[in-house]
């Protein structure tokens, strides 16, 4: 101990015996042999990770450490140790905070938060503090899950207390874990609700409803809703709450069936803590088909009002569901267009335009099913499937129809922006479509990306990563997210982390086509030239990158040095435009002359690309394949051209 007072940071570790003074009563000789093993089994533990053992007093210890990850890897050491016969029952609680350190002991909030912390644990249990799971989530070798915020006593504040969930430690009930808890939810997950009718063929309906609700939650101050796509990776699979929880990073999940039988619907739903799996509330409810959207609406109402903050008396009873259409026919032909365009299949996506196209034909005056057949008349265009200038003809027409409809559908914006960024090259036009967006859903995952796409295309690469790690907070599980995400770190040369993410998309689908590919390019210019050329190579003929398959490994070649292979690439592609004069191959004659250090050519090529407007030129300021470009005169009359 210091002969003064010292004020210092410190990881603070409580550690309690349950059933010591009624154990001393019992048999005095077998508690105290309980207490010399806890003290034995935790002084060589925080030998080991640098700690400090200030107090003992009866069945407890008072510790400290400098590193809140010390911290929790020994309270793991000691409670694997402790698991072992003869068992010692020992809860443990860990919180980060300033302390007061003097000769007579520690002192300081700190110190009382942590003493409160851990008499929420349980025998067997380790409990953290948030501050704590702060200081170790990005550490893979810990686990933990959030338990929900506790009204601790002599804290003025709730305090959201974690449990670590390695293996070999006790996670806690809800009923097991003693404190106030303050009910609250800040983040939701909307499970997909399952199909419970007898006809297979209303899961679109079931789908729809799921998305509906999704869209009518974001629209609540307060609450962070976890994105359709990430929810829907879900689908189908019989996994535990919690653990869907931990993987959202969400307080709550809302479940549930639809029953869909001619004109009358059931609809159970359950919302329930992510942590532990406890139900707050369930319901079922029996309506008319017609009653669907008051259904809805009450169903998110029911949950904004479980809302603690920015939801006022007034705001309880407004209507978060506005009813976008009253014709029941035209919304069931448009929830069976979002079900196809969902898929992301040229198929699917033809079949989501007709039935688009019947929901239009239902009801002329309904805004969604136009945006919606702009997005997939979109992806057609920018995939190839279709001429881009029918596609976007299309998509400006019917983007113009929506927002006369309804100047609130921030679909309709996203949609306008993408137009007239990678069509029309508007930078400003598309800048001011995105900010209306962002007025009316500034959280969508889709309006985050296209902000993100906005600033890669300006270089902008601090702007463009934060975007994107706000989208990933409702959009965890999402490849195209995610995609982004890493494209952002491939863009700014940071290309470990960018094949890192590239990897988890993969494990997420290991079909997903684009992840594949951006892997090989971040591996090309890292220049690890054998890998990136062995997954051009197995990427085979298809491709989701503007540059076709053969000119990737054709420049890869040349990056490698080897010229003669790249030169077989490039005789192979001259051959090819020949057969294909339909088919603009100019910017993979760029990319091919720029690998070869060809300047000329490259700059021929890439005013070519410019006349034809192919939207692979916008990333001409922020794509690594142009750096050897960036020096000749040239360039930047290019960028200029183009606007950026």
């Known amino acids: 101990m210091p002969d003064k007072s010292i004020r210092k940071l410190a990881a603070i570790m409580f550690t309690d015996m349950i059933g010591y003074t009624a154990l001393m009563q019992e048999d005095e000789k077998f508690a105290k042999s309980n207490r010399d093993r806890h003290r034995k089994v935790l002084n060589k533990a925080i030998g080991i990770h640098a700690g400090q053992t200030i107090q003992y007093y009866g069945d407890g210890t008072l510790s400290i450490f400098n590193s809140a990850i010390e911290a929790v890897k020994c309270a793991i050491e000691i409670q694997t140790s402790l698991q072992k016969e003869p068992k010692v029952p020992l809860r443990i609680g860990i919180h980060t905070g300033d302390i007061v350190y003097d000769g007579e002991g520690i002192y300081g909030d700190g110190v009382n938060i942590a003493s ?57 009930r809800r009923e097991q874990m003693k404190g106030k808890v303050k009910e609250k939810i800040e983040s939701i997950a909307v499970m997909p609700f399952v199909n419970v009718s007898t006809d297979p063929e209303n899961e679109y309906f079931s789908d729809g409803i799921t998305e509906e609700l999704i869209n009518a939650l974001t629209k609540v101050e307060g609450l962070q809703v976890t994105s359709r796509t990430s929810s829907f990776s879900f689908k189908g699979k019989n996994q535990d709450v919690r653990e869907i929880g931990q993987q959202l990073n969400v307080h709550s999940i809302l479940e ?28 079922s409810y029996n309506r008319d088909l017609e009653d669907i959207f008051e259904l809805q609406d009450e169903i998110a109402r029911k949950i904004a009002n ?3 903050k920015k939801l006022t008396k007034a705001e309880s009873h407004a209507p978060i569901v506005t009813p976008a259409t009253d014709n029941i026919e035209a919304y069931n032909y448009y929830l069976k267009g979002l079900y196809h365009s969902n898929r992301w299949t040229p198929e699917d996506t033809q079949n989501a335009i007709r039935y688009f196209q019947k929901s239009i034909e239902e009801e002329p005056e309904f805004s969604l099913p136009y945006s919606s057949m702009a997005s997939s008349y979109g992806l057609l265009g920018t995939t190839g499937t279709m001429s881009a200038d029918e596609a976007f003809m299309r998509v400006k027409k019917l983007l113009k129809k929506a927002l006369e409809l309804d100047p609130g559908n921030a679909d309709a914006y996203v949609g306008k922006a993408g137009s007239q960024f990678f069509y029309d090259w508007d930078w400003e036009g598309g800048w001011e479509n995105l900010k209306k967006a962002m007025s009316i859903n500034p959280n969508a995952p889709n309006v985050r990306i296209m902000n993100c796409l906005y600033y890669l295309v300006k270089g902008d690469f601090v702007n463009g990563l934060d975007e994107m790690l706000e989208a990933i907070k409702v959009d965890p599980l999402s490849t195209h997210t995610n995609r982004t995400l890493a494209d ?17 998309i993969l494990a997420l689908d290991p ?26 190579k197995n990427l085979g003929k298809k491709t989701t990158h503007a540059i076709k398959p053969d000119t990737q490994l054709g420049y890869a070649y040349a990056l490698a040095g080897d010229r003669e292979e790249a030169l077989k690439y490039l005789e192979a592609l001259q051959k090819r435009a020949e057969k294909e004069e339909s088919v603009s191959l100019s910017i993979d004659f760029a990319t091919l002359y720029a690998g070869l250090e060809d300047l000329d050519n490259a700059f021929f090529y890439l005013e070519k690309c410019y006349r034809e407007k192919l939207g692979a030129l916008v990333f001409l300021k922020s794509s690594p394949i142009w750096k050897p470009l960036k020096e000749d005169p040239r360039f930047l009359e290019l960028v200029k051209k183009i606007g950026l």
């Open 256 to 283: 549930g069936s639809v029953r869909k039988a001619g004109k009358k619907v059931r609809i159970s739903a359950q919302l329930v803590n992510a942590a532990d799996g406890y139900h707050v509330w369930s319901k």
């Open 511 to 536: 079909t997903f086509k684009p992840a594949q590919e951006f892997k090989g390019w971040a591996y090309l210019q890292k220049g690890d030239f054998n890998r990136a050329i062995t997954i051009f």
């Open 116 to 172: 409160r912390v851990e008499s929420l644990s349980v025998a067997g249990s380790v409990m953290i503090s948030g501050k704590v799971f702060d200081e170790i989530k990005n550490h893979r070798e810990f686990k933990a899950r959030t338990m929900g915020e506790f009204q601790l006593k002599n804290v003025r504040r709730p305090i959201e207390v974690f449990a670590i969930t390695n293996e070999g430690i006790c996670v806690p």
């Open 488 to 504: 952002v770190y491939y863009f700014a040369e940071e290309y470990d982390k960018a094949i890192e993410i590239y990897d988890k």
């Open 306 to 308: 479980n809302l603690r």
